[in-house]
């Protein structure tokens, strides 16, 4: 725990000193990812902390690290690495450790022009490693597209459909967002978003508000409710990103 605060220690005062250039466009914190790819030769590192209540339930995520470099024109390089607690009430037990790597990339597909959306692709594998309470029990891959269009000066919709394939299950899933710039560097957002299994669903709703701060330091804070029997009863979530 202690390293991870460290790291975001530094990554604050790094955004600092970093060089404000195009304002950043981040994954986090909604669920639906950007359509956008990270400029060549610059990266983003988004960060935050998560909590999850279900019944006598709870997963809290301490450390959320998701860094994104450009390292082609219309690609970028993806990883997510997570430090993770599940707590049982009724038991007063806990795990905690390591989440497995995620690692990926994002391609831009289309630019948009009217009505047809800015269209990009992500193809990323969650390894099996981390703590054992977490891996799966075989390398997790995922495809998913990602659209966004823009609705007028201050309105945006951005959506994303995609697939995972853990062992012996299928996962589709969905997101639609849609924010409204209400202040100069604000931005408040609400978005559905779910996963369908084999012979079930999760469906949840999500909203916040994100504040750029500097072109290349953002804010966020968000919370939301499960809507679906097996989802978790609320969850709230806070963060960052800076670019680099």
């Given at each position: 725990?202690?390293?991870?605060?460290?790291?975001?220690?530094?990554?604050?005062?790094?955004?600092?000193?970093?060089?404000?250039?195009?304002?950043?466009?981040?994954?986090?914190?909604?669920?639906?990812?950007?359509?956008?790819?990270?400029?060549?030769?610059?990266?983003?590192?988004?960060?935050?902390?998560i909590h999850e209540s279900a019944g006598d339930f709870s997963t809290t995520t301490f450390a959320n690290l998701h860094a994104r470099v450009g390292l082609l024109k219309y690609a970028e390089l993806r990883i997510t690495q997570n430090i993770q607690q599940v707590k049982n009430d009724a038991t007063d037990t806990k795990l905690s450790g390591l989440s497995p790597i995620t690692l990926g990339a994002k391609?831009?597909?289309?630019?948009?022009?009217?009505?047809?959306?800015?269209?990009?692709?992500?193809?990323?594998?969650?390894?099996?490693?981390?703590?054992?309470?977490?891996?799966?029990?075989?390398?997790?891959?995922?495809?998913?597209?990602?659209?966004?269009?823009?609705?007028?000066?201050?309105?945006?919709?951005?959506?994303?459909?995609?697939?995972?394939?853990?062992?012996?299950?299928?996962?589709?899933?969905?997101?639609?967002?849609?924010?409204?710039?209400?202040?100069?560097?604000?931005?408040?957002?609400?978005?559905?978003?779910g996963f369908f299994y084999e012979g079930d669903s999760d469906h949840r709703f999500n909203a916040g508000i994100i504040y750029l701060v500097k072109n290349n330091f953002q804010v966020d804070i968000s919370a939301g409710v499960g809507l679906s029997d097996i989802s978790p009863d609320s969850f709230i979530g806070l963060g960052a990103a800076i670019g680099f």
């Open positions: 725990m202690r390293k991870s605060f460290v790291i975001i220690l530094f990554l604050s005062v790094a955004a600092v000193f970093a060089q404000d250039s195009n304002p950043i466009i981040t994954d986090r914190p909604t669920q639906s990812a950007a359509s956008t790819v990270v400029p060549l030769g610059t990266a983003i590192v988004e960060y935050g902390f391609v831009h597909l289309i630019t948009e022009r009217g009505a047809m959306p800015q269209t990009s692709i992500i193809g990323q594998m969650t390894l099996e490693n981390g703590n054992e309470a977490f891996r799966p029990s075989k390398p997790v891959p995922e495809v998913r597209l990602n659209f966004s269009n823009t609705l007028g000066e201050f309105w945006s919709l951005g959506y994303n459909v995609g697939m995972q394939f853990p062992e012996n299950n299928t996962i589709t899933l969905y997101t639609a967002v849609i924010g409204y710039s209400f202040l100069p560097g604000w931005t408040a957002f609400a978005e559905p978003y």
